[in-house]
């Protein structure tokens, strides 16, 4: 039986309705972008987090499904759309011919990858976890938002450069952030500690260390001398 592949998923017309909803419902809602620029970002960003540490490639391009299909849910509702959205895509995966196996692992990551509900189970609901919650950056902000006073603009707008990097060897995940004075890492932190905290978890479940670097400053471990450029071994993984 041929598997699914990702550009499967990507010109299933069931997934492309759903994808543009959530957007679209997300926008009405006031919140950052969350069309295919986000959905395109994680799902490589997954995919390059699994191939780095040297999952085979089968592997590799389930997290890329599970990455660009992991926010349909909100095309229902945005509370638990995790949820909502693992029930939707078990049935359009198993009618596009993948296995129950298959399917059941991409499910487990899309409805684990949100920090109220989630935990990582797998290595694909760890991956997805790390480059959903990695996606800040001003090119999220809405244009017809940008002007608002709203933290979450604030904080995203201040976001000059974010970089996801994976040091194999040393085992290492960095998140780097370069952010601007119109906000500040305190305001960071009051909407994506909670987020990082699963980060931490699905770095540890990858067996890695997690580690949040903001303007230079590490801020979740002390380390003598912080850098915020890739170092020697670290490979970049997020992807636009």
Known sequence: MPKVT??????????KQLIDVCSNNLKVLGYTEHGLRHVGYVSKTTANILKVLGFDDRTVELGAIAGWIHDIGNAINREHHGLTGAVLA?????????????????IAAVGNHEEETGMPVNELAAALILAD???????????????????????????????????????????VISMDNTSATMEYLQIYLSRMVLSEKAAEFLGCWFELVINGNVINRRQPNPVVEPKAGETEVSEE
Not at 142 to 169: C, F, G, P, Q, S
């Open 90 to 106: 078990y049935g359009i995966l198993i009618r596009m011919g993948m296995s129950a196996a298959e399917a059941t692992k991409i």
């Open 6 to 15: 990702l550009s499967d998923v990507k010109e299933n017309e069931e997934f």
């Open 133 to 175: 919650k990695s996606d800040a950056h001003r090119s999220r902000v809405r244009r017809e938002t940008a002007d608002r006073k709203d933290i979450h603009d604030r904080v995203n707008l201040a976001i000059r450069k974010n970089y996801l990097a994976v040091d194999k060897n040393k085992k290492i995940i960095r998140l």
